[in-house]
């Protein structure tokens, strides 16, 4: 039977007219895939990966985490957690970042849209004026596209810092791209993440893309759409250089 998932988002920093909703999904079951480099993970994301096993036990949703440590490519990285993905009966796929801190709640929304690509927003970890980890229509008139019954927000790319995937999503880019297929250690992977050029522009004009930016605008490419939840609050932490002049300290008194 689909999953019942009824939920209301309970942090006191989610407003009043955030969206409540009710989905029937089908889920075979969640496996968060997260790259942990040289074995780290920060306290925050592992309160939320234990909040949200309590929170699929409850629900019976059938919940594992695939880790993999010491891999500095992380295309690579994410190439083989999706293959991880599609080897194992689950449905979604949740890309986390071991330095992202979030709720049970986070999860359960990202799930309850329905969606095959949707994910949260973070700021990334940069002093003054760090931008979120997301591109959305830029120009004159251009504006992002709002469903009014959940309050998803369409965007041209998001991070895969947190970011929910249908497994459909990599079966098609997979026959879409049968060119990315390639041999490792463990048998043959699909490339879905790689870093390059934007594709759809003119020679010489296009920018460099991250592997998760080129990823959106592949799956783009096919007719298709990806979307965000901004009702979600997520923490990116990082490590902070502090330093001043300790001879202030000791200025004249004037």
């Not at 970042?97 to 990334?124: K, M, Q």
């Not at 048998?187 to 990823?215: N, T």
């Not at 609050?233 to 250089?241: N, S």
Request: charged share 20%; hydrophobic share 45%.
């Amino acid at each position: 039977m689909p999953l019942q998932l009824e939920h209301r988002p309970a942090p006191p920093w989610i407003a009043e007219s955030a969206p409540v909703f009710r989905s029937s999904i089908e889920s075979t079951g969640l496996l968060v895939g997260m790259p942990c480099y040289g074995g780290m993970v920060t306290a925050a994301a592992m309160r939320g990966l234990l909040d949200t096993q309590q929170a699929c036990l409850r629900l019976g949703l059938p919940f594992a985490v695939a880790t993999l440590t010491n891999e500095s490519l992380i295309t690579r990285g994410r190439n083989a957690l999706a293959s991880i993905f599609l080897r194992s009966s689950a449905s979604h796929l949740l890309f986390l970042d071991s330095d992202i801190g979030f709720g049970a709640d986070a999860v359960l929304r990202l799930l309850g849209h329905g969606r095959p690509v949707i994910g949260g927003l973070y700021r990334s970890k940069r002093l003054g004026g760090a931008d979120w980890v997301a591109t959305f229509p830029q120009g004159e008139g251009a504006t992002a596209r709002r469903d009014a019954a959940t309050g998803a927000v369409e965007a041209e790319a998001v991070g895969t810092g947190f970011l929910l995937l249908q497994r459909s999503v990599l079966e098609r880019l997979a026959e879409a791209h049968p060119e990315t297929v390639h041999q490792t250690e463990d048998g043959p992977v699909h490339a879905f993440f790689e870093a390059g050029i934007d594709p759809k522009a003119a020679p010489g004009q296009g920018r460099y893309l991250s592997e998760d930016y080129l990823f959106c605008a592949r799956w783009r490419a096919l007719g298709e759409e990806v979307w965000c939840d901004p009702a979600i609050r997520l923490e990116h932490h990082g490590q902070v250089a502090l330093s001043g002049d300790p001879m202030a300290l000791f200025s004249p008194a004037g």
